[in-house]
């Protein structure tokens, strides 16, 4: 692993920060020099229109894409270096994508443990009794035996929520967790969310749901053609956007 980066200020490291960061699949530039820091227990936002590079940006910081330029910080790491070990920055981030997040043939309560089993080599007796606290919490318990076609679409992401926390990962990222379930469904996956925000957990979440992003994040930041175009705190952005871009786009949500 590298030295520190001498932009790194030395009284708080962020938990994240992207320096520069360029991407592009072939003729498209995707990421076109994104810098952000994310501090702990910070909730960040993404918000831009579709193709504007969001999920893009969250699999560059999960190192399903390898950037093209630029520097990717996870507390004093740099992941961005082709040299990391990528299992084991994998392990200390939580990914909850839209779809397909658990596994089918697995049990609730197996999929919520896997990762605390397999990868931080916890026994099966301290992974399941955490794993069941995590359960209770979210009131499924008693679905833990279950498999997860037994559950609603709000209860199979909720439960993908608990399982990519489980293993007490330094950086939670959420790409538009709600946007598959009916909309009954969105408001117990959104206050679970809520509820990890309140006990700290650092979250960088790609959503549409502007009055969600509105009251819970402490920043939000607008995406445009691979580009922060704006952020800030919600109340800034979203009630007195400094971009036209994000005028535009903010006029265009219901
Ligand atoms: P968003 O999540 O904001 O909708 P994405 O990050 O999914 O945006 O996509 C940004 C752009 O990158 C789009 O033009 C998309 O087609 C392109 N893109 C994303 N992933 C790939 C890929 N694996 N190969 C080629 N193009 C991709
Ligand atoms: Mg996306």
Known sequence: MSALNATTPATTTPVLRLDGVRKSFGQNTVLDGITLDVHKHEVLALIGASGS???TLLRVINLLEQVDDGQIWLNEHDISDPRTPVDAVRSRIGVVFQHYNLFPHLSVLDNVTLASRTVHKQSRAVAEKRGLELLDQIGLADKARDFPDRLSG???QRTAIVRAIATEP?????????????PELVGEV?????QLK??????VM???EMSFARDVADRVAFLHHGRVLEIGEPAAVFENPQEERTREFLARIP
Do not use: M, N
Not at 198 to 203: A, H, P, R, S
């Open 53 to 55: 590079g969001k999920s």
């Open 154 to 156: 709000g209860q199979q």
């Open 170 to 182: 330094e950086l939670l990222l959420l790409d538009e967790v709600t946007s598959a379930l009916d």
């Open 190 to 194: 959104l206050d679970l969310v809520r």
């Open 198 to 203: 309140q006990t700290g957990t650092t979250i």
């Open 206 to 208: 790609a959503t549409h």
